[in-house]
């Protein structure tokens, strides 16, 4: 045990003091934060050039709504950081519509127009079916073709209103719908009074949840896989036999494996402290709460011993990091899992799906954890199965990780295959 | 006199190899043991097993009086023929690393430290991260670090190799003074000449068989006195043709003449064909005895 822990400590040193702990400190924290700035950033700047499109008005009705909303929309376009659309009535002096059409798609190729639409002259009759037709060279441009749907059904509901007699703003007033505003359940306190269900706040009720896990994933991605750089540099520049001539393998390999728990947990530590202090700061502090964070280490000590002994294992058995990267392969793809599954288990934590992937032990720290953090919570007994099947796992591994370090450590030349290492985990 | 290490029937396989084959030797405790052998032939093997850093697969191995050679491991120091240390530690840092692992306590690994810079004449390195060390600081480090957890059993394995002449001596000074505080201490080799001047006891291991183990002058005499050195006016070329002479070791000025019968006989032929400005009838050397075995088993291979 002496030995681990000298292991351990040294190594641990080695981690926090790297260069790449301490990147991964302060720059993470800077990448969510300008990730997050760049997102409202690039999602208010938009291309602000002027949009000329060409419209055909058959049906009489659409057009002065569409000069007029138009004006009324570029008179603020430059203040609001928008695009002007401005409209050209295009004159059709009798052309058959096909040539017309080819006519009005060259001046879009040209560049004179940015698009065009026709109106069809049956638009006002519901019956019809009519549908409004916007051509454009720019497809993935969204933003005319909606403002025209707007605009030119707001030209003929307000026709098709007239026509029954039926007043648009009345109809608008009686049509308004009903908001649903989402409250938690009701109360009693200690004190035995009722107390009233408060509004659900989206940040608490999902977005917590979602950086638990995110953080999650960020320290175990962080700090697991510089364990099987670690174990190739030993292995490459015979270090590893030196240390192999002082400690037993699995020694060496524990020692390892807890400090990188422990950088991770410091990492945790670190963020989660900063974390506290922003919550505070917006009234959020009693969104973290001690079971939740305990919860936080169990799995993070779980996933770090999993996915470490994972890399510790390919580092051992491979010969160079280009062989390691190959191997690394399947095993990205497990970890990725949860990246690619989180959305599904965040809208419906309690479906199937959810469930099985958080019984699931390399992906259990990330979604089980998930799911707990989202409110009621699930069932204990699906906790505590979770946690039991991933504790297994997590000395399934490490069993298995240290059958394959003290065979592959000392082996030099070829890297081993996936068949190599499954026997050296069954004969040692 | 007590054995630091023996070695009894041990057969190491990886598949169908047999890397070590029915090994049977003693490293007598407070002696100086060299390991020779052509490359491939179990000395890394051996060395690693008395190491426990594999395991035999026959055979018992008791290493300074314990058959459990896990147990041992803080007694027994290792320096791998190739060097590895980690380039952005310093080197202080490491060399209590490789002492703790040993069990050394924090107080005394630094005066150590200090006595072991200044004997291996490394002055103001130890803040230095070794990867901004020259190579033959970076190996006189390793050295240090091998000893610096006090061993009672050392394990070199080419320790003198890429040294230059004088780092070599200031090496070859330390092991000495380590064996005379009763430090055993075992080296592989490739050098016979290093090997012949400071070992004890030479073992030699030729596809994983003992085939020899001694001291020089057991092997010596056991080779015989069939070998002359001699300095000719005209060099290897006035030795041709002569059906005395069994094998040449030419070394450009003097050759080492192995002599087939009697050397009298062939010193009188020698003078008739050529100046002869040397003739001294010597052992074997180990160089020239490695040589014999290893050579023609390898023809035959």
Sequence with gaps: MQKIFTVASAEFFNVVKSKAFILTLILMPVIMGASVLLMRVSRNATDTNDRRFGYVDRSGVASPIIEAAAAARNATAAADGLPRFIPVDIDTAGKAEEVLRLELSDRVRDTELFAFVEIPSNIVDPDARAEIRYYSDHPSYQALPDWLMKTVNQAVLAERFRAASMSPALVARLTKPAAVSNLNLFERDSFGTIRAGEKVDPFRALGVPAVMMVLMFIVIMGGAPQLLNSVIEEKMSRISEVLIGSVAPFQLMMGKLLACAGGSLVLSAIYLTGALVMANKYGYVGALTPAMAGWFVLFLLMGVLIFGSIFIAIGAACTDLKDSQNMMTPVMLFMMLPVFTWGAVLRAPDSTLAIALSFLPTAAPFLMLLRIALHPGPPMWQVLLSVTLTALATAGAVWAAGRIFRTGILMQGKSASVREMLRWVRVG | ?301
Aim: glycine content about 6%.
């Design chain 2, 1 to 301: 006199m007590s054995n630091a290490i023996v070695l009894r029937e041990v057969t190491k396989r990886f598949g169908d190899l047999t890397a070590v084959n029915h090994l049977s030797l003693a490293v007598p405790s407070g002696s100086i043991y060299g390991f020779i052998g052509p490359n491939g032939s179990g000395k890394t093997t051996t060395l690693r097993m008395i190491m426990h850093i594999l395991l035999p697969d026959d055979g018992d191995i008791q290493v300074l009086g314990s058959h459990d050679t896990a147990a041992a491991r803080d007694q027994v120091s290792y320096l791998p023929e190739e060097r590895g240390l980690y380039k952005k530690m310093t080197v202080r840092r490491l060399l209590r690393y490789y002492a703790r692992l040993k069990g050394r306590r924090q107080p005394e690994i630094d005066s150590d430290i200090d006595a072991w810079m200044a004997r291996m004449q490394l002055p103001g390195v130890l803040d230095k991260t070794i990867e901004t060390l020259s190579k033959g600081m970076s190996q006189k480090v390793q050295f240090v670090s091998a000893v610096i957890s006090r061993p009672s059993l050392l394990i070199l394995d080419e320790p003198f190799s890429g040294l230059d002449p004088v780092n070599a001596q200031v090496v070859k000074d330390a092991v000495l003074e380590i064996r005379q505080r009763g430090t055993t201490v075992v080296f592989s080799t490739h050098d016979m000449a290093t090997a012949e001047k400071m070992c004890d006891r030479i073992f030699m291991i030729f596809k994983g068989r003992k085939v020899l183990d001694g001291t020089l002058h057991d092997i010596q005499e056991q080779y015989g006195a069939d070998t002359v050195r001699v300095r000719t006016a005209d060099g290897a070329q006035a030795l041709a043709g002569f059906p005395e002479v069994e094998a040449v070791n030419d070394f450009g000025q003097v050759q080492d003449v192995r002599v087939r019968g009697d050397a009298q006989a062939f010193l009188q032929h020698l003078i008739a064909r050529t100046a002869v400005y040397q003739f001294e009838i010597t052992r074997p050397s180990l160089e020239d005895i490695f040589v014999r075995i290893a050579r023609p088993q390898e023809e035959a291979a």
